[in-house]
């Protein structure tokens, strides 16, 4: 059974910083893409970041390309999100997803893309 555990999350006040980690179990993590996405309250889902397999690539949103920072430890099966000059708009859940992708996929930003989701970890930024 494959099991996605998002931790980290927390309450920060706006230009702060927090680290989202994800940690997998029942898959070969090093053959899955990674990546995490956001849900505010009455908005959709969202992507904010993802990896390849190997770590060689990431891609982001444009809303937080320079400030946040996803990696990934294919030894503990973990996948990070570093979040720094945190925003009120950043406020969300943030959900880890995996996709079983091939060695020389691109990296997913939709959701339809990505297999298992994990339960979500609360961002809250307050201004």
């Known amino acids: 059974q494959v099991q996605l555990v998002e931790s980290g999350g927390g309450s920060v006040q706006a230009g702060g910083s927090l680290r989202l980690s994800c940690t997998a179990s029942?898959?070969?993590?090093?053959?899955?893409?990674m990546g995490w996405f956001r849900q505010a309250p009455g908005k959709e889902r969202e992507f904010v970041a993802g990896?390849?397999?190997?770590?060689?690539?990431?891609g982001y949103s444009d809303s937080v390309k320079g400030r946040f920072t996803i990696s990934r430890d294919n030894t503990q099966d973990t996948v990070h999100l570093q979040l720094n000059s945190l925003k009120a708009e950043d406020t969300a859940l943030y959900y880890c997803?995996?996709?079983?992708?091939?060695?020389?996929?691109?990296?997913?930003?939709?959701?339809?893309?990505?297999?298992?989701w994990g339960q979500g970890t609360q961002v809250t930024v307050s201004s």
């Open positions: 990896i390849t397999r190997n770590g060689g690539t990431t």
């Open positions: 029942g898959l070969t993590f090093g053959r899955f893409c």
């Open positions: 997803a995996a996709d079983a992708c091939l060695w020389r996929a691109e990296v997913r930003t939709t959701t339809t893309q990505y297999d298992y």
